[in-house]
Antibody, heavy 119, light 113 residues
Framework: QITLKESGPTLVKPTQTLTLTCTFS??????????VGWIRQPPGKALEWLAL???????RYSPSLKSRVTITKDTSKNQVVLTMTNMDPVDTATYYC???????????WGQGTMVTVSS | DIVMTQSPDSLAVSLGERATINCKSS????????????LAWYQQKPGQPPKLLIY???TRESGVPDRFSGSGSGTDFTLTISSLQAEDVAVYYC?????????FGQGTKLEIK
């Protein structure tokens, strides 16, 4: 059974750096074809894809956030980390990590973690 | 970037009736080499993460009731719920995974009339 769980701060100040961790089980990010992505959702708004990391450490980023976002993995710990710099109140959202296999889409999602950006 | 546009934004349907949600992509998400449409549908209930319903535009995810079906190709897609049940009240999103940046529609809120 595949599960993912996001963790990190619930409140960050403007200009600070956000670090979120996705801890997963039921699969290995060293298996060919597997990837993990981050998606966020501001309150009452639509979903926005942020970043993706593949089993071979290839990475993809949303162009609108590429200068601020970094995704990394620690295969031994079954974790994927998202770092977002220079946080702003508009970055207030629920942040999800999700599993993907092959060229298909995100099939299993974590419960999400709500992050508020406020001074 | 591929823009996904859903219609309508909200929809009220009577229990047992058919619900239809449309999704249009700004460019084709059909990959000619494998004839697959890189289009998915998700259901999101309040306080929950999105749940994958349909992928490859028409393949139902395991465990999804067969009243949910997806159709369409290229740039125009439809999610149909053949007989609305109370538990189907949710927001529905389409998403393209043809290429990055992956993108979602704005969502369609489905309610009971």
């Amino acid at each position: 059974q595949i599960t993912l769980k996001e963790s990190g701060p619930t409140l960050v100040k403007p200009t600070q750096t956000l670090t979120l961790t996705c801890t997963f089980s039921g699969f290995s990010l060293s298996t060919s074809g597997v990837s993990v992505g981050w998606i966020r959702q501001p309150p009452g708004k639509a979903l926005e894809w942020l970043a993706l990391i593949y089993w071979d450490d290839d990475k993809r980023y949303s162009p609108s956030l590429k200068s601020r976002v970094t995704i990394t993995k620690d295969t031994s710990k079954n974790q994927v980390v998202l770092t977002m710099t220079n946080m702003d109140p508009v970055d207030t959202a629920t942040y999800y990590c999700a599993h993907r296999t092959g060229y298909s889409t995100f099939d299993i999602w974590g419960q999400g973690t709500m992050v508020t950006v406020s001074s | 970037d591929i823009v996904m546009t859903q219609s309508p934004d909200s929809l009220a349907v009577s229990l047992g009736e058919r619900a239809t949600i449309n999704c249009k992509s700004s460019q084709s998400v059909l990959y000619s080499s494998n004839n697959k449409n890189y289009l998915a549908w998700y259901q999101q209930k309040p306080g929950q993460p999105p749940k994958l319903l349909i992928y490859w535009a028409s393949t139902r995810e395991s465990g999804v009731p067969d009243r949910f079906s997806g159709s369409g190709s290229g740039t125009d897609f439809t999610l149909t719920i053949s007989s609305l049940q109370a538990e189907d009240v949710a927001v529905y999103y389409c998403q393209q995974y043809y290429g990055t940046p992956y993108s979602f529609g704005q969502g369609t809120k489905l309610e009971i009339k």
